[in-house]
Structures are given as structure tokens and as C-alpha cells.
């Protein structure tokens, strides 16, 4: 475990991780310390980890999904009953204008269509994509590899207890320094 | 997957084939371009002298083209299928072969999405397709299940690339970090600047099962939906009920086939054995047999409802498909189909490379056929005696089937040097992942 004199506040820390446990470890300390303000980077999703950090609380890109589904599904029913009332055809058999079989095969897929479009645009929203300028602590190859990590863009000023806590729960990396982008 | 594999070595291995072509892609690759310059040849030349150059024959308007649409839509069913139907079932066999199957099934769409153009003679003109404002005043007919097809496969697309993309973000992102300069910045913009914090991931796994819960009726709509091309008209031999379910099957038989194909070399090419073994192909094989038997089933339905109909046009259709000029086609269909891939039931030739890259071969020549055998056998023998012809395809119409494959091909090649093959976060979630825990019991 490296030590490293705490940075002055204001500028970046990250704390690298080897193990899941250890990184579990560092984000139940600093909360118990009262510190929340941090980044968790991960190679992989890990439920205990968005467990520890959101308490089970559902992602809001749920309701652009709904939204969009209803979007697109009343749009598309609406052109196709428009369509055929503007151009009347007439058709033998009494078949109603607006009919509703043939016009659910178009209106189903409208939905899944503008479902999936406003799911997309809820995961770029939600997510803050594309991320075009990450504070450099993020930007460590090691997280998309095999590390974890813990990353505070701009250190509290108890800076020290935060080093200590993150070097006591098994970092083996803790570096500071870089001031915010 | 092994236990003893570790996250660092998944990275290593999954990306070690990247952007060092060997001899065999480069061979490919020129197979690949003799097949595009002679299909685009042929192509060129129905565009400058119009669709007389294609084998139609009236009644027979309907032929290799719209046969082999259908073909390339069925193999796009098996990517999405593994990678989202079985991924709300957390099957875990998905995780070593998903990435390619719907890379697979992107490109196979892509392939489909030629045809109705390519089919309609006036490619430029293709765009008609789709309902936007026109002065004319002219809108599409959407009680017209062409019509419908047209949103089907243009939703099936669209989703599936969305899912597609999304599956490979952070996966780009691990490319980009062991990358360099431009290649690095190229990478760094296709994955959107992921980084795998706590937020993204949150949402990312949250819109993953929503893609996931979307594509799935998808997967089995789209099929159902180009079948109704053919239920939704009176020819004898598709007014039928039974089509939707039959296409679906039979899409997923041949998709699945097509994964085994292609999977097979890759992985040995790339030396992949540790991520996807016999054990994935087998399971895949297991899906083909199942889906091989509910179309030998529909296959013998078809035949009884017709006899049991009474209904002579029906019946004179089908009797002339199995004794008239088209027993060939039927022969291929049925052999391909139904009889050689009852082979994998036994367990040696389901888990043999040759055993199942051969019947894979099979099973996708066969399910061209069966798309043959309804398309213009059905034409060529309808209602007028007087009308009954034998359509026979041109030199241009199997120059751009052969440009078909070569366009799929393409893509497929070059997807397997610039993008991770195996999805690289999905693997490493279902290894154990580092504990400092077990360091110290292994240590005791």
C-alpha cells in the first residue's frame, strides 16, 4: 500500500482498487465517515456496489421508456387512421376505415420503435454520454482492465481522513494532485 | 466459462486478434471483393436495362429476390433471439457467442434491406416505401401487409443496432484504453466517453434490460410479420394461418445455424476456446433441433390441411410442389431440413467441429430452399392452368444472391477486426471476481 501526502483540497484523489471487497470496504467507510461526494469506476456492473451508492432506488430512464412507447404507438396509430381518412378508399365488405387489426401491427411497432429511441435517449441523458471531458483521474486504463476505483474530482478539505480511509480499506494505489478540468 | 480466467486476461485475448489481419481474413476478404465486383456487375446491369433481365415470367413476379429477403431477414433472427430473449432468461451460455450472433444479425438485416430495392427494379425510387409528406398527397396503404413488413424490418433493424451499440460501449471503451494516438481518439468517440462510473453503469444496466424486454416480442413479430407477405394474399400454398408461427421457427433454425457456422472458424481462427466452447455450439444445435423439428411439423401440417381442406387449388399446389417441375427444390428443402439435421441427435456429431459446421452449412442451404419452394412454386402453379409456368433464375439474379453473401461477408470481416468479438463486461461478470478474501485463504 502506497502512502502519498494528502492532496490539497480542491483538486483530484483516486484511489485504486485489485479487489472488489476491499473497494466495497472503502465505500462503507467513507460513508459512515459522512463523505458521499465520489466516483465508483468499475471494469463490470456490480449490484453491491450500485447497492451501496443508490439503496435500490430504480434508474428514471424507466420513464422515458414509457413515454416514448406511448409517443410512438399513438403516433403511428394516428397516421395510419389519418392516412385512410384523408384517402378514402372504399373498400367492399364493409371493412371500416379506421380498422383496428391492421393498424395494431404498425401501431406495436411505433411503440417498440420509439421505446427503444427515447430509452437511448434517456441512457445518454441519465448517463451524462457522451462524456467529452472526464476528469483525468478517471481517464486510468486500469479501470476498463482489472481495477477498481474510487475517484473524488474535487477533495473535500479533510483530505487527510479521506487518504487514511482509503489507503485503511485496502487501496493499493492512492494519488492525488490535478486540479478539476 | 473457466474459473481460472481473470479480467486482465479476458482483455488480453479478446482483443489480441484486433487489427493484425492474418493470411486467412486477407483470403477472405478477396473472395469477398471478387463476389462484390461480379454481383455489382450484375446489378448494374438490371439497373440500366430494368427487371427483363431477371428470369419473371408472368405470373411469376416474386422470385430469388424476394426469396432471398426473407432468407437474410431469417438469419437475422438469431443474434437478437440469444442476445435478448436469453438474456432475460440469464441463460449463461449466451454470453460467449451473443456479441457475434447479433453482429451477425445486423449485417444479415443490413443484407435483407438490399432486396426491396434491388426487387423493385428502380432502386433510386425505393425510398416510396416509407410514409413521408409528398405533394401528391399519396399516402401508403397500411392495411397492406407489405406495408407492414416495411415498419417490421425497419424497427428490427433499427433496435437491434441501438441494442447492438449499446452492448459494445464499454467493451469499446476497454479497446480504446489499450489503443494509441488517432486510434485511440476513433475509439474514445464510438464509445461515447464511457468510463464505467457508478451512474453510468446504474443506467446502463437499467436501458440494457429495457433493449432487452423491447427486442424480444420484436424477435418473434418480424418474422410473423414478413410471413403475412405471403398469408395475407389467396395464393394457394400461403393463405394459411399456420405461417407466422412456421417462419418463426424456421428463422431461428436457420439463424441459429448460421451463428454455428460462422462462430465455428472464428473461434479457432482467434483461438476462443476459452470463452466459447463445444459446450455453446451444442446448445445451439440443441435450439436448431428444436426449432428443425416444429418446421418438419409445420411442414407435414401444411401438407394435411391442404388434403383435409378439400380444396383443389390448394391440394393441386401442393402435390405439384412434391411431383412436378419443383421436386427438386421440395427434395432440398426436406433433405436439408427435416432428414440431415436429425443427425445431432446423436450427441458425437453435435459436438464435433465437422458434424457441426457441415450441417450448419446444410440447414442454411435447405432454408433457402424452403423459401424457394414457397415463393415460386406457389407463383408458377396458382389458380389458371392456362398461366402455369416454370420460373427458372438468371445469371443476374444469382449474380446478386452471390452478392449477397459477399456484402454480409464484408461486414462481418471487418466487424471481427476492429470490434471485440466476445463481449468483454459480460464475461468478466460471470467470473468470480477479485476478492482479497480468497488471496488470504489461498495464502493460508
Redesign the interface.
Known sequence: MSSHAAPAAGTQLKAVY?????LLQGIHDLHEAGVRDF????????HE??EM??KGE??P??WF?LFGGLLGGTM?FS??SL??A??P?IIPGGKPLV?IP??L??T???T??W???M??I???V???????D?PAA??D?R????CFGIVFTRVPKNAEKIVHILEHS?AFEVTGGGAHG | MSKELTYSQVNRDVMRPLFSPSMAWHALMALVTVGLAYGAFCWGIQLIWGLGVAGYHPPVFWGVYITTFVFWVGIGHAGTLISAILFLTRSRWRTGIYRAAEAMTIFAVMTAALFPAIHVGRAWQAYWLFPYPNQRQLWQNFKSPLMWDVFAVSTYFTVSTVFFFIGLVPDIAAVRDNTKGFVKKMYNVMALGWRGTDRQWRHYMAAYGFFAALATPLVLSVHSVVSWDFAMADTPGWHSTLFPPYFVAGAIFSGCSMVITLMLPLTKLFKLEAYIHTWHFEHLAKLCMFTGGILTYAYGTEYFIAWYSDNMYEWGTFTDRVFGKYWWVFAMMVACNCTIPLLWWFKKVRTSFVGLFAISIVVNIGMWFERYNIIASSLAHSFDPGAWVYYTPTYIEIGILIFSFAWFFLWFLLFVKIMPSVAIAEVKETLRPPLKHDEEAAAK
Not at chain 1, 485489485?18 to 476491499?22: A, R, T
Not at chain 1, 441519465?126 to 467529452?132: I, V
Not at chain 1, 479501470?143 to 482489472?146: I, K, L, M, R
Open positions: 485489485k479487489h472488489l471487497d476491499s466516483t465508483v469506476l468499475s471494469p463490470i456492473p456490480r456496489i450500485e451508492l443508490y430504480p434508474s430512464v424507466r421508456t403511428i397516421l395510419a392516412t385512410h384523408n384517402w378508399m380498422s391492421p393498424f401491427v404498425v406495436f411497432e411505433g417498440i420503435l421505446a427503444s429511441l430509452t437511448l434517456g441512457l445518454l441519465m448517463c451524462g454520454l457522451p462524456f467529452t472526464p478517471m481517464e486504463p479501470f476498463t482492465n482489472d485496502g
